[in-house]
């Protein structure tokens, strides 16, 4: 590793090993129960926020070496997994730019999350050094205006899911954990 090459950084070096973590566990979803899925999400999302947060902003790559692998099916069974497992807690608000209330879903921002990471960590992996600074570029691009805000939204939705016992009732209105 060389501190002269932003795309062999300890940054990086410490976000593949997270992403790495977040889709194994995903693509194994279905092992777990809602609880575990919760609390992985939980202890991961900071630290997937973090270490998004300190990617090196200025590698250039080259949109030629660009590649996404997560087809449409790998999402939507991992999407599948987790909503069945949320059930009717997986629908939650958010407001948008104009302050008005727009449904979300745990499933959905947690299966983005996954194709985001898993599209970086299979690029990173290939041999030429553009696909690795094209992966980091990427990544910390989609962090910016994707998979950020996805984390930080669920994150939110599962922090009230976990303690909703210790939340003021009126705070999470009809929610159950079953």
Known sequence: MTADN?????????????????????????K???????SYFQKIAPLLYLKGAVLPDDVEADPEYAERFVNEEQWEAI?????EKFG??????????NFDSQP???SDNMSDVYQ??????????KAPIQSK???VAELQKLFENHWGNRVLSALN????????DSIDPELLGDWELE
């Open 133 to 135: 600074a094209c992966a």
């Open 157 to 164: 939705t599962v922090h009230s899911l976990l303690y909703r």
């Open 6 to 30: 932003p795309i062999l950084s300890r940054q990086v070096i410490d976000m593949i090993t997270v992403a790495h973590e977040y889709c194994l566990f995903f693509e194994e979803a279905e």
């Open 79 to 83: 999407f599948k997994v987790l909503r």
């Open 116 to 125: 985001d990471m898993k599209d970086f960590v299979m690029l990173y992996q």
């Open 104 to 106: 979300t879903s745990l």
């Open 32 to 38: 777990h129960s809602r609880e575990e899925i919760l």
């Open 88 to 97: 009717d807690q997986d629908v939650y608000y958010v407001h948008d730019h």
